[in-house]
């Protein structure tokens, strides 16, 4: 069985900033970087932990641009004050404003 994603990676490294609030804390900025980036989402780098699900806004400072995001998943990058982080963008379509590849098909086990 084969599966697609709903558009092609890029693979591009932008400085941006993850902000997102804890309970009962204020907000809070974070540095990050990406490595993928997608029409729906990227993946980035960033030396904060945040737990899938949570609701993030990430800030384009480049171009003056911010958008809502939620974290589908993190791991750690094998250096201890790194992590690796997958969000999808929320109500928002390609967010980069860049032409990207067709979808790649891949198979399902």
């Known amino acids: 069985m084969y599966s697609s994603r709903r558009s092609g990676r890029i693979a591009k490294r932008i400085p ?11 907000f809070e900025d974070h540095a990050a970087e990406t490595k993928t980036l997608s029409r729906y989402g990227c993946m980035l780098i960033c030396d904060s932990q945040v737990k899938p699900g949570t ?3 990430v800030l384009y400072p ?3 641009k911010s958008t809502r995001a ?3 998943y993190n791991e750690a990058t094998g250096r201890s004050d790194q992590v690796s982080v997958a969000l999808e963008f929320v109500g928002h379509d390609n967010f980069w404003q860049i032409d990207f ?3 790649r098909r891949f198979a399902i086990n």
């Open 62 to 64: 480049e171009h003056g």
């Open 70 to 72: 939620r974290v589908l």
């Open 16 to 26: 941006v900033t993850l902000r997102w609030q804890a309970p009962g804390c204020d």
């Open 55 to 57: 609701q993030i806004y």
């Open 101 to 103: 590849p067709p979808p």
